[in-house]
């Protein structure tokens, strides 16, 4: 009876042993896929990362490689002047000039060679080129805002033929820059004090693109008549 009973310990205790060392091993291979997958997961953070690093935000091409399409009719200067550019060897002469909303301004950019020219005008989608009859390849930008030159002596006025127009300087120089319009002169004394017509008549001073725009909107209701 006595080793009946010692046989029945024996049996639950290894049912016992069996049980804790299923759950040991469930435990320890939950442990190891875990691992494995933030293993994955951190790679994957890893290599997206790289490639937001490495690779720009817009990875479409900006030209062809293939110059023929560059070129015969109907193409724009630009795309002409590009195709020269990628058949051309040797040397050119750079010059950068920038228009701009009062101003323009003229920088060489000294002697490169073709294909690093053709590069820069490719990185610039906005900008203009042809070469002048020097053989020199003048780029053309148009910047949305005042020249250097201009936010130090820009006025906008009322010129002696009453029309609202950009200054260098004070109007009272005569150095007219650009005519916008026409005044209805009469309007203007109408509805405007004696200290603003004064001051349309001495200019306004404009230093950046915000004032420009406020001064033109605030005289373009006494537009007559636009150039």
Known sequence: MSRFRILKELKKSLKRKR???WSLGAGVAFFLLAALAGSWL?????QQSQLQVFLPVDTAAVWADNP???KGPGKSAREKTLYSLMMRQGQVELVLHR???CGEETRQLGSHSAAEAADLLKSHREWEAQFDSAGRLTMEQSVDD???QCRKTAYIGMDKDGNLSLFDGPPRRDKVIRTFFQLNVE???TKLSEERMTELARGIRVTDKDEY???LSTYNDYARLRS
């Open 213 to 215: 725009n406020s001064v």
């Open 146 to 148: 005042l020249s250097p």
């Open 187 to 189: 309007m203007l004394e």
């Open 19 to 21: 049980r804790h060392v």
């Open 42 to 46: 951190a790679h994957r953070v890893i």
């Open 99 to 101: 228009t701009y909303l």
């Open 68 to 70: 023929e399409k560059m």
